[in-house]
């Protein structure tokens, strides 16, 4: 099983941890000792996992906002013909955004298929795992609305301004 390219490192820190873990118990080390290091690994990668979830917390936060503000810009009076996004470089930023979350989600989720596929688990590394992927799945999910909102007010606008302009050349 070949990782996702991002992975790379932690797949072959894997195998070499393997190959430790073989040697041990080659020379008599026993079993719950030689996967020491497994362990070991897991709570590097759990740490790193917490100091992820935190900076996702903070842009699914931003995207939040961002949601909120052009919720409340395109709901105003006076506001259906302004803020059209007619090069739709914001919706494309949002996809972007989008694709940057369901990457994440799929190496989180490799990752612990690759400690899975050496046999080690750890319920924190799950429970981490399965927080971050919930934190990005609503990440997700409001940029997807806030995508779709978008592209209503736009569809709405550009035909009240199409009727605006056809009404005035007649």
């Known amino acids: 099983m070949r990782p996702h390219p991002v992975n790379l490192t932690i797949w072959d820190r894997l195998q070499k941890l393997r190959q430790l873990e073989q040697r041990l118990a080659a020379v008599g080390v026993p079993a719950a000792l030689a996967r020491l290091p497994y362990w070991l690994f897991s709570i590097q990668y759990c740490w790193e996992m917490e100091s992820k979830i935190i900076r996702i917390r903070r842009i699914g936060a931003r995207i939040e906002a961002w949601h909120e503000s052009m919720h409340r810009l395109c709901t105003r009076d006076g506001a259906e013909i302004e803020l059209v996004d007619v090069g739709m470089g914001m919706r494309d930023d949002i996809e972007a955004t989008k694709r940057t979350l369901a ?3 799929d190496i ?9 596929g050496v046999g080690y688990s750890s319920r924190r590394l799950m429970r981490l795992q399965e927080n971050f992927v919930a934190l990005l799945n609503q990440s997700y999910d409001t940029a997807s609305a806030l995508q779709s909102m978008l592209h209503e007010h736009d569809e709405r606008a550009l035909a009240l301004l199409r009727e605006l302009h056809g009404g005035s050349g007649a």
């Open 103 to 105: 990457d994440l989600r």
């Open 108 to 116: 989180c989720v490799d990752v612990t298929r690759l400690f899975d």
